[in-house]
């Protein structure tokens, strides 16, 4: 075939510059840092103990007698619990997205990248446990193994992961067949190094992408599992636990016990996704550097 | 051109009564295909041999076969000498410096997020007697040798035009200083006038490395600068073997005949076109009958 | 030798812009070429060079983000300046056969009933008739089993195929103009052979012609009367395929000069440098970088068309055929930063 390209698309238009990302990934990292910092530093600043419960202090609004926040039902001090909060809902966030990716990546590019068997029947079971209402699942999986912070992460990646698992094998199979994967088993390279050098750094991408999403969605799904008491153990101020007592005082006009903890939420989803969009940026050189 | 002198010495390739079937489809519509029939070839040192044939005659295969990327059904490869037929990948990679491939499509051969160094220098990854500093020397060398300054070892394939792309791939297979160098249809994406550049520079490092190539094309114009040899397949099978002189000038076998005829041709015009245009005007005349 | 056969198509100083990174850039430069009936014309040119954006300006059909600002087309004495104008034309009085066969055909609908279609559009028919019209049509162009290859959708017939069935498309309603954008791209040589007998055969009888976009010099010389040139979205050399592979233009005898040391198996002398990509700056004769024989004067200024025997051609030194110099010198020539 002769590769003689039209000339409606050169293989070397100038392409638009785009913006390096360089200033999005600061942005995230820096709210990513403050809230770490601010989680982890909190028993040295905080004014109010975020587990002890001041029963006659129900209820008060943002601003009263130094509640920034305000107060909840059991007269915790809200501020303290959304900032004490955090370390709860990252740690989970990142267990989450550690255990998906490396399930879903390996498994991706295994299915993606030797096809055949292997593919059948990764696919299959994939299909197999998407079959189940995944919530339901998570619910039931916690239910039986108790609740905690760990065991409550784990099993927000494994749920997370068949949509990494998909991804990548999709991208996996366009790269496989690609010239470079070929001349890259000329030069002698392993099976596994020719996966790792040359099939895993085109996914990086949409890896990205998809983690950053997958953190956000984790916080999520952490919070709906507190919500229904199966997530972290009660008295820890875990966001979503907090947002599903805070609802109820919402229909008296009392808005803050659930509004601040959702904010919480928004603001971490947005560090991660703006990390995620500038690293996958980073990944590909032609959006890297413009000459 | 070089054949001559060098003629007594073992064979840089042997093919030996190659066989290769695929299975196309799936289940009772199954049906198997000879890309590779019963194919016999000998490659001597500082020679050019061409395996010409139009899509689906097998040469891609035989290519894929010679490069011990596939393993032969029946039949054996010899290089230098040495049987490589039934060695595990692990044995084989000793082998892989000594053969290396150019590709038809320079971009999709070569990894968009590697640099030309990284691409020239991932060929020398099973030389672990060379430090960081000699690898870099040498792939600056073999880049100078092939055209590309050394402000060129920075650069993405991106940056690069398609045929300073082909320069890279090229530099990537000798630096290895390899005795067997397969090129599979290395000008056809380039522009003509490029063609030539690349086609002069594949010639001059032959003369200068006593380069062995087994140089795979369905284009005939550019077989006849560069084969010693030419060999012609059609649906898998060897058709004819001979000098390139003589295949194009007094081919025995009607496929290569018409293959030789079918060429579109520069000097051939116009006296060439009028033949065509009587048969054509045979076609027409039917075309108008059927109206 | 010029005959005074009627102008079909003219095109007279056509310029497209692509908006891009950092404005509009020009892929059409004063585009100026002509088919007279009768005729296949020839445009050859490497990447870049503006053919694809050549056909696609002669059909009204420029892609997204490019636009014509100044020149005309005009298509048997009418000036085609509106989508209206070319509403009527297309598919009827014009045919056109793209490169990729295969991606131009419907994956959903079989290929029989995208014939039917045009046919139909052309000219009142009942479906039957139009269906025989088309078997009709594809045995014309050399299809062993017709009716069999109109039941089968894209996906299942060989390349060949596709490309016969898009040209049957093309000569669906005996349009007077073919625009073929290389249309045997990627296509094995001996149906490369029959396809261009066939398409040519068509168009040079009853008074019609045809438009060849190739980057194949060989495909030019074998089929075509006349030639375009093309270099850096400007027709540097036009005229009979003879001349200009003959003397004329340097770029033009450059490119024949390769092709004819390929053809007899010596060195060929190689242009140095790479073509240029649309948006570079580019002053004075776009082609000055790479040529032997550029000048100070060629530097600075970009040649108007010059008449150089029955050609005409953009060029201050028009090389004659006895002079015959090399152009470039033999390679391992450096290329030329872009």
């Known amino acids: ?291 | ?291 | 030798m010029m005959d005074s056969r009627s102008a079909l198509l003219e095109m007279r100083d056509v310029s497209v812009t692509v908006r891009g990174a950092g404005g509009e850039v020009p892929v059409l430069r004063e585009v100026a070429l002509e088919v007279r009936r009768g005729e296949l014309v020839g445009v050859v040119g490497e990447t870049g060079a503006g053919k694809s954006f050549t056909a696609r300006a002669v059909l009204g059909l420029l892609p997204h983000g490019a636009r014509r600002i100044s020149g005309s087309v005009v298509f048997d004495g009418t000036e085609l300046d509106t989508p209206r104008a070319y509403a009527n034309l297309r598919g009827t009085r014009m045919g056109f056969v793209p490169q990729n066969p295969r991606l131009s055909l419907d994956p959903v609908f079989t290929v029989g009933s995208q014939l039917v279609a045009v046919i139909r559009r052309g000219r009142r028919m009942s479906r039957t008739h139009a269906r025989k019209r088309g078997v009709a049509l594809l045995t014309g162009l050399g299809v062993h089993e017709p009716e069999r290859v109109m039941r089968s959708y894209a996906h299942q017939l060989s390349g060949g195929l596709c490309q016969r069935v898009c040209i049957a498309i093309a000569l669906a309603n005996d349009p007077e103009l073919v625009i073929a954008d290389e249309p045997t791209t990627g296509l094995d040589v001996t149906v490369q052979r029959q396809i261009l007998d066939l398409l040519r055969s068509q168009l040079v009888r009853d008074g019609r012609g045809g438009l060849l976009i190739t980057h194949d010099l060989g495909v030019i010389a074998t089929w075509c009367d006349r030639v375009a040139v093309m270099y850096a979205g400007r027709v540097v050399a036009i005229g009979p395929v003879a001349d200009v592979l003959r003397e004329g233009h340097p770029y033009a005898h450059g490119l024949k000069g390769i092709a004819v040391a390929l053809e007899q198996g010596v060195e060929p002398v190689a242009i140095p440098g790479t073509v240029p990509t649309p948006g570079d700056q580019i002053e004075g004769c776009a082609f000055a970088p790479r040529c032997a024989v550029a000048t100070d004067l060629c530097r600075a200024d970009d040649p108007a068309p010059r008449p150089y025997g029955d050609q005409l051609v953009r060029c201050h030194h028009p090389v004659a055929d006895a002079e015959l110099p090399a152009v470039g010198h033999p390679t391992r020539s450096e290329e030329v930063e872009v």
């Open chain 1, 1 to 291: 075939m002769s590769g003689e390209v039209s000339s409606a698309a050169p293989p070397r238009t100038p392409r638009p510059r785009r913006r390096t990302g360089a200033r999005g990934l600061a942005l995230g990292v820096g709210i990513l840092a403050t809230v770490l910092l601010a989680t982890l530093l909190a028993p040295l600043y905080l004014p109010f103990d975020p587990l002890e419960a001041n029963l006659p202090d129900q209820y008060l609004p943002p601003g009263t007698d130094g509640h920034l926040f305000g107060t909840d039902r059991s007269g915790f001090d809200v501020f303290s619990r959304v900032v004490y909060g955090a370390r709860y809902d990252l740690l989970i966030a990142l267990i989450a997205i550690a255990v998906a990716l490396v399930v879903g990546v390996t498994l991706g590019l295994l299915a993606g990248y030797r096809g055949r068997a292997t593919d059948t029947v990764i696919s299959r079971l994939l299909d197999v446990f998407q079959a189940f209402p995944l919530l339901v699942l998570a619910i039931a999986v916690l239910g039986a193994f108790g609740r905690g912070i760990w065991i409550t992460g784990v099993v927000i990646g494994v749920v997370s992961a068949p949509t990494f698992v998909r991804l990548v094998r999709e991208q996996t199979r366009t790269i496989r067949d690609r010239m470079f994967v070929e001349a890259a088993r000329c030069s002698g390279f392993t099976e596994v190094q020719i996966m790792r050098r040359y099939v895993l750094p085109a996914n990086l991408g949409v890896i990205y992408t998809q983690a950053a999403t997958s953190a956000a969605w984790a916080i999520l799904l952490a919070a709906a599992l507190g919500f229904v008491g199966v997530g972290v153990p009660a008295p820890l101020p875990e966001w979503g636990y907090m947002i599903s007592t805070g609802t109820e005082g919402l229909t008296r006009g009392i808005w803050w016990t659930s509004v601040f903890p959702g904010l919480a939420i928004v603001l971490l989803a947005l560090a991660f996704t703006l990390i995620g969009e500038s690293l996958s940026r980073w990944a590909d050189p032609r959006r890297r550097r413009s000459r």
């Open chain 2, 1 to 291: 051109m070089s054949a001559g002198q060098t003629s007594r010495q073992s064979p840089v390739l042997e093919l030996h009564r190659l066989r290769k079937t695929f299975k196309v489809g799936r289940g009772p519509k199954a049906r198997k295909v000879r890309a590779v029939d019963d194919v016999s070839l000998t490659l001597d040192k500082g020679t050019t041999l061409a395996v010409v044939g139009e899509s689906g005659s097998g040469k891609t295969t035989l290519a894929r076969l010679a490069m011990s990327l596939l393993p032969p059904d029946d039949g054996d490869i010899l290089l230098n000498g040495r049987n490589l037929t039934g060695l595990s990948p692990r044995a084989l990679a000793r082998f892989r410096p000594s053969m290396q491939m150019v590709f038809q499509d320079p971009f999709d051969s070569l990894a968009p997020w590697h640099t030309a160094e990284q691409i020239v220098g991932s060929s020398l990854h099973l030389r672990r007697d060379l430090g960081p500093a000699e690898r870099r020397r040498l792939v600056v060398e073999v880049l100078e040798r092939v055209g590309l300054p050394q402000r060129f070892l920075s650069r993405y394939p991106h940056e690069l035009s398609g045929g300073q792309a082909q320069r890279v791939g090229i530099a990537r297979a000798i630096v290895t200083r390899p005795s067997l160098v397969v090129l599979d249809e290395p000008t056809s994406a380039l522009d003509m006038s490029v063609q030539a550049q690349i086609l002069a520079l594949l010639h001059e490092l032959q003369n200068e490395e006593q380069l062995s190539y087994l140089f795979i094309s369905h284009d005939l114009a550019v077989v006849r600068y560069l084969a010693d040899r030419t060999a012609v397949m059609r649906r898998g099978q060897m058709v004819e073997v001979g000098d390139t002189a003589k295949i194009f000038d007094r081919p025995e076998n009607d496929y290569t005949r018409e293959l030789v005829e079918a060429s579109p041709r520069v000097t051939a015009a116009p006296a060439g076109r009028q033949p065509d245009r009587a048969r054509a005007d045979g076609v027409s005349h039917r075309v108008r009958k059927a109206l």
